[in-house]
């Protein structure tokens, strides 16, 4: 059986290898508890915000906002979600406070393209037997780095950005197939082989 000792703050039995109750939250030997540690967070992200940054575009920011979440428990866990022009600050103020990124989230730090009009592309496809070319026309798009490509399973997405509209396509392919590409002159020529 395990040790157990009482909460001080709340008188519930809790196991001795606990660092706060997961009754009352409050921090067990050593500590001051739930609410000093929530109010040591928020004191970081008010210094963040109040002495460390000034943020004179605030006044032009369209809107967003900040959501902190701490619950208790054995120990408590933090997390933070921003909206808006606020997404900006999210990974510093993750930082600030101590959470580390997961992966996902490194990933949508990624560079975020405003999407105006959604449009398909015109696309002709020859049929080779075992090979398809697929002629994809993207009037607008100037470079491969306007493009974003990705094999899923059992299509291929294609985005394409151009000034004023964003071209947006999927493509079945087969399971066991190459796949090339070629980017010129506001065309991208896809070639898919079976094997």
């Known amino acids: 059986m395990f040790e157990e000792e009482r ?16 009754y009352c939250g409050r921090r067990l030997r050593r500590g001051s508890g739930i609410f000093d540690y929530i109010h040591k967070k928020l004191k970081i992200l008010d210094r963040f915000f109040d002495e460390e940054f000034e943020f004179p575009e605030f006044d032009n920011w369209k809107g967003g906002g900040i959501f902190v979440k701490i619950e208790s428990g054995r120990e408590p866990k933090i997390e933070i979600r921003t909206s808006g022009e606020y997404k900006k600050l999210e990974p510093e103020i993750r ?11 490194v990933e949508s730090e990624r560079k975020v393209r405003k999407i105006k009009k959604v449009e ?40 394409g950005f151009a000034k004023d509209k964003t071209y947006f396509t999927l493509i079945p392919i087969p399971k066991n197939c190459t796949i090339n590409k070629k980017f010129k002159d506001g065309t991208l020529k896809i070639e898919i082989e079976k094997f």
């Open 7 to 22: 909460c001080e703050y709340c008188g519930k039995k809790v196991k001795k290898e606990f660092r706060f109750c997961p």
């Open 120 to 159: 398909e592309p015109k696309t002709e496809v020859e049929d080779l037997g075992n090979k398809k070319i697929i002629k994809i026309s993207l009037p607008g798009v100037k470079d491969e780095k306007d493009l974003e490509i990705k094999k899923l399973s059992q299509s291929i997405e294609i985005k």
């Open 95 to 105: 930082r600030r406070i101590g959470i580390k990124p997961k992966i996902e989230e």
